[in-house]
């Protein structure tokens, strides 16, 4: 690790290269503005939650009063790069939700040797004995709890459409190397097994990614398998990876009568899908918090900087059932 000295160096030495550029923009240690700088690292930019956590972020920064520095890095070099980046600009911290958990320990020693502050949100960051990094900072969801919501609403709606549980699969879109994506699914199988599924009828299909393609490559494979089933409820850890499993059994002839998608995050994604005139597959979602994660976590980590209160080492986040009968309202108290 590096040590104070080399901190300081690094910063002499960045000063001095930017110096080419410009002779009096950066001197010695001192900050080019006083205002605070944060950084905002999210693994997906493209996705609807991230755009989301970004624009409660940008609410924080313009409450506060402070610089929010928006990166989006997909993999370990562009995060480690990130946060040598966040250093040049004078940031004092950054909340990030990694594109890889394995990076735990990268991540804390580099924000360390470069003294920024580090809050992990959504995906917890792991150590190399697998287990989480407990000393960092971290805000999620309570996954297992929301996942067993998701369950529970697709046993309720099969019932509603009288459904024989026997005779209904499950099609578990896997992303298992992520914690909280675990958490999530295994909490949606254990809510359809109290609720009558047999065990032989889950279905788990391992995603490579966690967008819509990489639910629907998932799942096509899984459903043309299992032709025989012809009711489907289809479960995973947000809404782009079910709503691409609901694309995959439509192409196989599987309409909204024939399939339950239940999705968590309940942002765009969803909300394009509820706003479709005919009901599709994708039949309700866990609504999540991006004002959680995006306003209250900057806003932690400003606090942290500026009065050095830090946050708490654990949040967890609780999710509300939405469908399309409650999305509108839902999302309108969300966003005010
Ligand atoms: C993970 C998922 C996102 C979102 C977030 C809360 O990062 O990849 O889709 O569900 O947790």
Redesign the pocket.
């Known amino acids: 690790m590096d040590s104070g000295g080399i901190v300081i160096s690094r910063r002499g030495f960045l000063a001095g290269s930017a110096a080419l550029g410009a002779a009096t923009a950066l001197a010695g240690c001192t900050r080019p503005s006083g205002r605070i700088r944060i950084g905002f690292l999210v693994?997906?930019p493209e996705?609807q939650?991230?755009q989301d956590e970004w624009r409660f972020a940008g609410m924080a920064a313009r409450d506060k009063g402070f610089e929010l520095i928006r990166i989006g890095a997909e993999d370990g070099d562009r995060v480690l790069a990130a946060i040598d980046n966040l250093y040049a600009q004078y940031a004092q911290g950054f909340v990030i939700?990694t594109p890889d958990p394995k990076l735990g320990t990268a991540v804390r020693l580099r924000a360390q040797a470069n003294g920024l502050k580090l809050l992990s949100?959504?995906?917890r960051l792991i150590g190399p004995d697998g287990q989480p990094i407990d000393s960092i900072p971290y805000v999620?969801?309570s996954a297992a709890a929301i996942g067993e919501m998701a369950g529970r609403e697709a046993m309720a709606e099969a019932r509603r459409r009288g459904w024989n549980p026997a005779e209904t699969g499950v099609l578990r879109l896997a992303?298992d190397s992520?914690d909280?994506?675990r958490e999530?699914t295994e909490g949606g199988v254990r809510a359809a097994l109290q609720g009558g599924i047999l065990p032989a009828h889950i279905y788990s299909a391992p995603q490579r990614t966690?967008d819509t393609e990489g639910g629907f490559t998932a799942a096509d494979p899984v459903l043309t398998q299992r032709q025989a089933i012809r009711r489907w409820i289809i479960l995973g850890?947000?809404?782009?990876?079910v709503l691409g499993g609901v694309r995959a059994a439509e192409g196989l002839g599987l309409g909204q009568d024939a399939v339950i998608g239940v999705g968590?995050?309940g942002s765009g994604t969803a909300e394009a899908e509820f706003s479709k005139p005919q009901p599709t597959g994708f039949h309700a979602s866990v609504l999540?918090s991006p004002r959680r994660?995006g306003y209250d976590t900057s806003v932690m980590m400003y606090d942290w900087i500026t009065r050095n209160v830090p946050p708490p080492l654990v949040t967890y986040t609780t999710g509300t059932l939405m469908d399309r009968a409650n999305f509108r309202g839902l999302l309108r108290a969300e966003a005010a």
């Open positions: 693994k997906q996705e939650w991230f939700c949100v959504d995906d999620g969801i992303f992520l909280t994506g999530r966690t850890m947000n809404d782009e990876s968590i995050g999540l994660h």
